[in-house]
């Protein structure tokens, strides 16, 4: 019969309480948290994703193989029936999902870079530079951006490339104003001082100073930002100036069977076939606006 | 001098200088072309004489600040330029005044837009102020969760939904708007029920969540907490204190709103084919067709400004504490 010598130690209290969780674990407990509106938009951006990745072994067809029959109903050969020209529809809505969704990823990537970095600088700079990129990005708010990247894209044609770099400058406007309105109050805390004081660079000051602290807006901002860009590219495609043909795209997909639905009152199923495109889109807005949602009053617990 | 009209002269002031820039903006717009453009508009074969003739016709031989002004000054007398389209190689000019390709539809854009802004922002308001005034009940929530599903849904997906139920299934409206200038007020408005619907679907989702967010941040402070205590009643409270002082931001949400219809409009003419403006600009954004893009460009940017500037105006007219800047 040993006894157990009756001895406090802090160290082992303090390890007892605090054990430490694996990040995997953390996640699982975030997970278990999330309220079923989040739940649903992460399933179907997981699934989206998947179908982006594994394009080429879902499709049925080549995506730009063209069928002897244009406009055929649905069957079990064709699932969603096929285009205006006989290409099957439900092929190129999943290379659809790959390059609408790389598009506008790549998109919101790029303005993030240039909006975020321009705003990091701005912030800790506070001087002409500021107030000269400050007053440029007003100039480029006050015009509408779909009406902005419409005439630039007259200009530079429209190329994946082009539509791409448009895009993301106009976008960038709204991700420096955010940047630069969270960064600065940052900026000025003592943490932040003593660094510039110790002689740190504006590469490391912007990276491990400021941006740890303004992480949560951003990432709550890039869901929100690919919408908009997801959105601004479809109504361009769809007005038949943004992606172009052969390259498959939900967009320019809704235009080209759009005379379909006049006939609805014979095949029900018709008339559905260029709203599947339209639904698509729809469906990752509203799932990434969730997720958002959720994420927003997860971290700052700030809404609307 | 008046505080009032100072404010406002400076905010003026600067609306007039934005004007200004995006209009440079937009004018440089058309030296970013590459050099070989002229022989996009006027054809393989256009001979040396043709080419040199177009170009000083677009005053490519002046310099660039030169020509601007040249531009801003004909632009203000109501010259847009001349459309490109309508050339060919050998020199003989079919192409039409850029003003007269955009007036009559920039009246039809107009028509649109009023006819859906007299529609949309009273319902909004109402939608929006009910929602504050009940909120957290299963009103409020079906009203903003039919919101928030209508905002995160590209416009041309709400318009084509329409056609499906409203044109196509059970007839009761055209899907096609097209109108001319004989078309009668009536037949129009029956015309354009379908593109103003699409319209209104999408503008009274914003304009009503922000009206609510605006009444309920108000809710939220000292002087509404004391009218409660007082005994007032709840539709009281919101109609005669909340209210007046949620002018501003419901102005500028209007005005936001209104600004966002220009935008909105482009997509929605295209597919209720509408003989308006943003028809015209996309059709001229396929051809290349640059002075109408630009001219499209600035109508579009300009009431933009406007509208976000009348937004402010109402703002400082409306809120006292705007009338005492420290």
Same mark, same amino acid.
């Given at each position: 019969?040993?006894?157990?010598?009756?001895?406090?130690?802090?160290?082992?209290?303090?390890?007892?309480?605090?054990?430490?969780?694996? =990040?995997?674990?953390?996640?699982?407990?975030?997970?278990?948290?999330?309220?079923?509106?989040?739940?649903?938009?992460?399933?179907?951006?997981?699934?989206?994703?998947?179908?982006?990745?594994?394009?080429?072994?879902?499709?049925?067809?080549?995506?730009?193989?063209?069928?002897?029959?244009?406009?055929?109903?649905?069957?079990?050969?064709?699932?969603?029936?096929?285009?205006?020209?006989?290409?099957?529809?439900?092929?190129?809505?999943?290379?659809?999902? =790959? %390059?609408?969704? /790389?598009?506008?990823?790549?998109?919101?990537?790029?303005?993030?870079?240039?909006?975020?970095?321009?705003?990091?600088?701005?912030?800790? %700079?506070?001087?002409?530079?500021?107030?000269?990129?400050?007053?440029?990005?007003?100039?480029?708010?006050?015009?509408?951006?779909?009406?902005?990247?419409?005439?630039?894209?007259?200009?530079?044609?429209?190329?994946?490339?082009?539509?791409?770099?448009?895009?993301?400058?106009?976008?960038?406007?709204?991700?420096?104003?955010?940047?630069?309105?969270?960064?600065?109050?940052?900026?000025?805390?003592?943490?932040?001082?003593?660094?510039?004081? =110790? /002689?740190?660079?504006?590469?490391?000051?912007?990276? =491990?100073?400021?941006?740890? %602290?303004?992480?949560?807006?951003?990432?709550?901002?890039?869901?929100?930002?690919?919408?908009?860009?997801?959105?601004?590219?479809?109504?361009?495609?769809?007005?038949?100036?943004?992606?172009?043909?052969?390259?498959?795209?939900? /967009?320019?997909?809704?235009?080209? %069977?759009?005379?379909?639905?006049?006939?609805?009152?014979?095949?029900?199923?018709?008339?559905?076939?260029?709203?599947?495109?339209?639904?698509?889109?729809?469906?990752?807005?509203?799932?990434?606006?969730?997720?958002?949602?959720?994420?927003?009053?997860?971290?700052? /617990?700030?809404?609307? | 001098?008046?505080?009032?009209?100072?404010?406002?002269? &400076?905010?003026?002031?600067?609306?007039?200088?934005?004007?200004?820039?995006?209009?440079?903006?937009?004018?440089?717009?058309?030296?970013?072309?590459?050099?070989?453009?002229?022989?996009?508009?006027?054809?393989?074969?256009?001979?040396?004489?043709?080419?040199?003739?177009?170009?000083?016709?677009? @005053?490519?031989?002046?310099?660039?600040?030169?020509?601007?002004?040249?531009?801003?000054?004909?632009?203000?007398?109501?010259?847009? @330029?001349?459309?490109?389209?309508?050339?060919?190689?050998?020199?003989?000019?079919?192409?039409?005044?850029?003003?007269?390709?955009?007036?009559?539809?920039?009246?039809?854009?107009?028509?649109?837009?009023?006819?859906?802004?007299?529609?949309?922002?009273?319902?909004?308001?109402?939608?929006?102020?009910?929602?504050?005034?009940?909120?957290?009940?299963?009103?409020?929530?079906?009203?903003?969760?039919?919101?928030?599903?209508?905002?995160?849904?590209?416009?041309?997906?709400?318009?084509?939904?329409?056609?499906?139920?409203?044109?196509?299934?059970?007839?009761?409206?055209?899907?096609?708007?097209?109108?001319?200038?004989?078309?009668?007020?009536?037949?129009?408005?029956?015309?354009?029920?379908?593109?103003?619907?699409?319209?209104?679907?999408?503008?009274?989702?914003?304009?009503?969540?922000?009206?609510?967010?605006?009444?309920?941040?108000?809710?939220?402070?000292?002087?509404?907490?004391?009218?409660?205590?007082?005994?007032?009643?709840?539709?009281?409270?919101?109609? &005669?204190?909340?209210?007046?002082?949620?002018?501003?931001?419901?102005?500028?949400?209007?005005?936001?709103?209104?600004?966002?219809?220009?935008?909105?409009?482009?997509?929605?003419?295209?597919?209720?084919?509408?003989?308006?403006?943003?028809?015209?600009?996309?059709?001229?954004?396929?051809?290349?067709?640059?002075?109408?893009?630009?001219?499209?460009?600035?109508?579009?940017?300009?009431?933009?400004?406007?509208?976000?500037?009348?937004?402010?105006?109402?703002?400082?007219?409306?809120?006292?504490?705007?009338?005492?800047?420290?």
């Amino acid at each position: 019969m040993s006894e157990q010598p009756e001895t406090y130690a802090a160290t082992a209290e303090v390890g007892a309480v605090r054990k430490r969780r694996t =990040r995997l674990e953390r996640i699982g407990l975030l997970l278990k948290s999330a309220p079923p509106s989040a739940w649903f938009g992460m399933i179907v951006v997981a699934l989206y994703i998947l179908v982006a990745i594994f394009a080429d072994v879902i499709a049925p067809y080549g995506e730009a193989q063209i069928h002897p029959v244009p406009f055929a109903p649905w069957s079990d050969e064709f699932i969603f029936g096929t285009d205006q020209i006989g290409r099957d529809v439900l092929t190129r809505l999943i290379y659809g999902a =790959r %390059n609408t969704m /790389g598009i506008a990823l790549a998109t919101t990537i790029l303005s993030f870079l240039i909006g975020g970095g321009l705003g990091l600088v701005a912030a800790i %700079n506070r001087s002409w530079l500021d107030q000269a990129l400050s007053r440029f990005v007003d100039v480029l708010m006050a015009i509408p951006s779909l009406i902005f990247a419409l005439m630039l894209l007259s200009i530079f044609g429209s190329t994946i490339t082009s539509l791409i770099m448009i895009i993301a400058v106009l976008d960038s406007t709204r991700v420096f104003r955010l940047t630069r309105s969270v960064a600065v109050n940052v900026a000025v805390m003592d943490y932040v001082e003593a660094a510039k004081l =110790r /002689g740190e660079g504006l590469g490391w000051i912007m990276r =491990r100073e400021i941006l740890p %602290n303004i992480m949560p807006p951003l990432v709550a901002e890039f869901g929100l930002r690919f919408c908009f860009v997801f959105l601004t590219i479809a109504a361009l495609s769809f007005l038949g100036v943004g992606i172009q043909p052969p390259t498959a795209d939900w /967009g320019s997909m809704v235009r080209a %069977n759009a005379s379909l639905i006049q006939f609805a009152k014979y095949d029900i199923t018709a008339a559905i076939t260029p709203l599947l495109p339209a639904a698509a889109i729809a469906l990752l807005t509203v799932a990434v606006n969730f997720i958002v949602d959720w994420f927003l009053q997860k971290t700052s /617990g700030l809404r609307e | 001098m008046n505080p009032v009209l100072s404010t406002i002269l &400076k905010r003026l002031g600067l609306g007039i200088a934005t004007l200004f820039v995006v209009s440079a903006i937009i004018f440089s717009s058309i030296s970013m072309l590459p050099g070989d453009f002229s022989e996009a508009v006027l054809g393989q074969a256009a001979t040396k004489d043709t080419v040199a003739a177009f170009r000083k016709e677009l @005053g490519l031989d002046k310099p660039a600040p030169v020509r601007y002004f040249e531009w801003v000054g004909s632009v203000l007398q109501g010259d847009l @330029g001349t459309s490109f389209s309508g050339r060919n190689a050998s020199g003989q000019d079919r192409s039409r005044q850029v003003v007269d390709l955009v007036m009559p539809r920039l009246w039809n854009t107009l028509f649109l837009a009023g006819v859906t802004a007299l529609i949309a922002v009273p319902l909004a308001l109402f939608l929006g102020l009910t929602a504050a005034l009940y909120r957290n009940t299963a009103y409020d929530r079906i009203v903003n969760a039919a919101t928030l599903t209508t905002i995160s849904t590209p416009e041309f997906f709400v318009a084509y939904i329409l056609i499906l139920f409203l044109a196509s299934l059970w007839p009761v409206f055209p899907s096609l708007a097209n109108i001319d200038a004989s078309t009668a007020l009536g037949e129009r408005l029956y015309r354009v029920a379908l593109p103003a619907l699409t319209l209104t679907l999408v503008i009274v989702a914003h304009m009503m969540r922000m009206t609510r967010a605006a009444i309920i941040n108000l809710l939220a402070s000292p002087y509404i907490e004391m009218a409660r205590l007082k005994g007032a009643s709840q539709s009281e409270i919101i109609l &005669k204190h909340a209210l007046p002082n949620a002018w501003a931001p419901i102005a500028t949400v209007i005005a936001f709103n209104l600004a966002y219809l220009v935008v909105g409009v482009v997509v929605v003419e295209v597919v209720f084919v509408y003989p308006g403006i943003g028809q015209l600009m996309v059709d001229a954004v396929t051809s290349r067709d640059i002075p109408v893009v630009q001219a499209c460009a600035l109508i579009f940017a300009a009431t933009y400004i406007l509208l976000n500037l009348t937004a402010d105006i109402i703002g400082i007219v409306t809120n006292p504490r705007l009338l005492h800047p420290r």
